[in-house]
């Protein structure tokens, strides 16, 4: 079992960067799936980015793909995401999220058992 704390989360201006990280208190990290979703006011939670256990896999979705980079050290028991070229459309609550094995293209909120209370990222235009 995990536990998830998120941090980083602001308000910037868009164009700007951003480095969202997630804490992780627990063992044998490595056998965690990772993820990071959103919420925006009214709307779903959504997918952002996944890495896999070791961290050689990725996968984004295509709304920010190129522009957000999802990394982890499992030493450290951390994950980030590294946030550039923010839009107004990226404002949201991110969240940090976990599973055991799987992979890093499980997209849906069902697909997660272990949720931080999530960070507000705020974007003004």
């Known amino acids: 079992q995990v536990q998830l704390v998120e941090s980083g989360g602001g308000l910037v201006q868009a164009g700007d960067p951003l480095r969202l990280s997630c804490a992780v208190s627990?063992?044998?990290?490595?056998?965690?799936?990772m993820a990071w979703f959103r919420q925006a006011p009214g709307k779903e939670r959504n997918f952002v980015a996944g890495?896999?256990?070791?961290?050689?896999?990725?996968y984004y979705a295509d709304s920010v793909k190129g522009r957000f980079t999802i990394s982890r050290d499992n030493g450290k028991m951390t994950v980030s995401l590294e946030m550039n070229n923010l839009k107004p459309e990226d404002a949201a609550v991110y969240y940090c999220?976990?599973?055991?094995?799987?992979?890093?293209?499980?997209?849906?909120?069902?697909?997660?058992?272990?949720w931080g209370q999530g960070t507000q990222v705020t974007v003004s235009s």
């Open positions: 999220a976990a599973v055991k094995y799987g992979g890093p293209t499980l997209i849906s909120t069902k697909s997660y058992n272990y």
């Open positions: 627990g063992r044998s990290l490595h056998i965690y799936t």
């Open positions: 890495i896999s256990g070791n961290g050689d896999s990725t």
